[in-house]
């Protein structure tokens, strides 16, 4: 592989169905959520990512959150069993992606359930969100899998946010970033960070020092670039509305 490529998957038509949690439902303008996840697109490939759309789940609204379906962990691609029955058609179309892909494919079973929204993985450790959509087994499961790689899994509550990534990703540089009011567990990480935004918990390593973020979060990106990283920012307001964020729009595969 010449690029490193990201799998994408185009918003459906019933988008606005989306599943909320933590948040009150908003109307979506799906005109202006197709323009934001092409200009999303278009930063990745901007900065030397290929992109590989995964075919539509247009029966399952949130499918457009492509990175809750599979998990991409050097040559082996973990198809997940989502916690949300409204979700579980959206693995298939990951699958078949995997294997297009000529990646080694294993399966979270039930009745363990794992959305990827909830793996955050810095250096040797795989921090796992146990919560709504995470369950015990399915982190039982998946350190099963990463654990020939070297990989620790490390489980971590997550009630305050929907999955472990709404509240917290990482530096490059290994650093747990997030927002703290709805970081349960902070102790949890071996370095920890609070920012000054909600969308300033979420970034995209689009290289070691350079990040991708949402345009919500301008104070976050102006901190981060004071400490040496370029950031481009990404209006996906509309993803916003949904709980979603930079993290969840896409799989990063680098190997």
Same mark, same amino acid.
């Given at each position: +592989?010449?690029?490193?490529?990201?799998?994408?998957?185009?918003?459906?038509?019933?988008?606005?169905?989306?599943?909320?949690?933590? !948040?009150?439902?908003?109307?979506?303008?799906?005109?202006?959520?197709?323009?934001?996840?092409?200009?999303?697109?278009?930063?990745?490939?901007?900065?030397?990512?290929?992109?590989?759309?995964?075919?539509? &789940?247009?029966?399952?609204?949130?499918?457009?959150?492509?990175?809750?379906?599979?998990?991409?962990?050097?040559?082996?691609?973990?198809?997940?069993?989502?916690?949300?029955?409204?979700?579980?058609?959206?693995?298939?179309?990951?699958?078949?992606?995997?294997?297009?892909?000529?990646?080694?494919?294993?399966?979270?079973? &039930?009745?363990?359930?794992?959305?990827?929204?909830?793996?955050?993985?810095?250096?040797?450790?795989?921090?796992?969100?146990?919560?709504?959509?995470?369950?015990?087994?399915?982190?039982?499961?998946?350190?099963?899998?990463? &654990?020939?790689?070297? +990989?620790?899994?490390?489980?971590?509550?997550?009630?305050?946010?929907?999955?472990?990534?709404?509240?917290?990703?990482?530096?490059?540089?290994?650093?747990?970033?997030?927002?703290?009011? !709805?970081?349960?567990?902070?102790?949890?990480?071996?370095?920890?960070?609070? +920012?000054?935004?909600?969308?300033?918990?979420?970034?995209?390593?689009?290289?070691?020092?350079?990040?991708?973020?949402?345009?919500?979060?301008?104070?976050?990106?102006?901190?981060?670039?004071?400490?040496?990283?370029?950031?481009?920012?990404?209006?996906?307001?509309?993803?916003?509305?949904?709980?979603?964020?930079?993290?969840?729009?896409?799989?990063?595969?680098?190997?």
């Amino acid at each position: +592989m010449t690029r490193p490529l990201a799998l994408i998957r185009r918003p459906g038509p019933r988008l606005a169905d989306g599943l909320v949690t933590h !948040v009150e439902k908003q109307a979506i303008d799906l005109d202006l959520a197709l323009a934001q996840w092409e200009s999303y697109a278009e930063c990745l490939r901007s900065a030397g990512w290929s992109t590989h759309e995964v075919e539509p &789940a247009d029966d399952c609204p949130d499918a457009v959150f492509i990175e809750d379906a599979i998990v991409v962990h050097e040559d082996l691609a973990i198809i997940t069993n989502p916690g949300a029955a409204e979700r579980k058609g959206e693995v298939a179309g990951a699958e078949a992606a995997a294997r297009e892909l000529g990646l080694r494919v294993a399966r979270i079973e &039930a009745p363990g359930t794992l959305d990827g929204g909830d793996v955050l993985r810095t250096g040797d450790t795989a921090y796992v969100g146990l919560g709504g959509r995470t369950n015990g087994e399915g982190i039982r499961q998946f350190a099963e899998l990463l &654990a020939p790689f070297g +990989m620790r899994t490390q489980a971590v509550t997550v009630e305050r946010a929907l999955h472990l990534k709404s509240a917290v990703t990482a530096l490059p540089d290994g650093t747990v970033i997030g927002w703290d009011p !709805v970081v349960d567990w902070p102790g949890a990480f071996d370095r920890y960070e609070g +920012m000054p935004e909600e969308g300033g918990a979420h970034v995209v390593h689009l290289a070691p020092d350079h990040l991708l973020m949402a345009a919500s979060a301008p104070r976050t990106a102006e901190l981060l670039r004071a400490r040496g990283y370029a950031v481009t920012s990404v209006d996906i307001s509309e993803f916003e509305k949904l709980e979603g964020c930079v993290t969840c729009l896409s799989v990063r595969i680098r190997h």
